[in-house]
């Protein structure tokens, strides 16, 4: 089993549709990551937290450290949202493991 | 003005031949990583650097060798590659290694090795 677990693995929606991914974890952790790799393989950062909530434009990210646990939102998706969202966790050191990733559909 | 750059884009080569990748950063980071993605797009760390030094060497076959000739590079050495290489590597900069800093680490664009 995955230390880290996304879900859904896919998912296909309308544009203008709010969207959450989530993200769980099993192991004791210092930053958890939200990255984006896009359709041409770049990835990108979107998000690091350790505690409470973070937004940037349309995109917001939570964690509960209790929970161990996160979620990704999109508000009023558009089809350029289109793209693998990939939870990432921060172990010891400077370790990062991976979720397998959500692939994201958005419609117009 | 590219923050983390890798060369080549794309890698074909025959089974047993060595191969490097490079990657370089001009973000003035002292953590460099080495990723590798399948072909179901998960990835998992191979390598990662922090002043030149090995930080993190997870089970990665003696065939993969990472070089670190300064801070703002770090070259990725194959030898006697095998089909199961074939994979997307990308590389990673970041500022703190393990300290009370959880920085962000920006990505590279991938280098698409496949080995025939």
């Known amino acids: 089993k995955n230390e880290v677990e996304q879900s859904p693995q896919n998912l296909t929606a309308q544009e203008g549709e709010f969207i959450t991914i989530n993200c769980s974890y099993s192991v004791g952790i210092s930053a958890l990551h939200w990255l984006q790799q896009h359709p041409g393989g770049g990835i990108v950062s979107l998000f690091m937290l350790s505690s409470g909530k973070k937004k940037h434009g349309r995109l917001i990210a939570t964690i509960n450290i209790q929970e161990k646990h996160s979620s990704l939102h999109i508000t009023a998706s558009h089809p350029r949202d289109s793209a693998v969202y990939i939870c990432a966790v921060k172990t010891s050191g400077s370790r990062l493991t991976f979720g397998e990733g959500t692939q994201l559909t958005v419609n117009p | 003005d590219t923050a983390v750059s890798q060369t080549p884009k794309y890698l074909v080569t025959q089974m047993g031949n060595d191969k490097s990748i490079k990657c370089e950063q001009n973000?003035?980071?002292?953590?460099m990583y080495w990723y590798k993605q399948d072909s179901k797009k998960f990835l998992k760390i191979m390598f990662s650097?922090?002043?030149?030094?090995?930080?993190i060497n997870e089970t990665v076959p003696n065939r993969f060798s990472p070089k670190s000739p300064d801070k703002a590079h770090l070259n990725l050495h194959i030898n006697s590659l095998e089909l199961g290489d074939s994979a997307v590597y990308f590389c990673a900069s970041s500022h703190l290694a393990g300290g009370p800093s959880t920085d962000t680490q920006y990505f590279g664009p991938g280098t698409r090795l496949t080995v025939l």
């Open positions: 973000l003035g980071h002292d953590t």
């Open positions: 650097y922090n002043n030149k030094e090995l930080i």
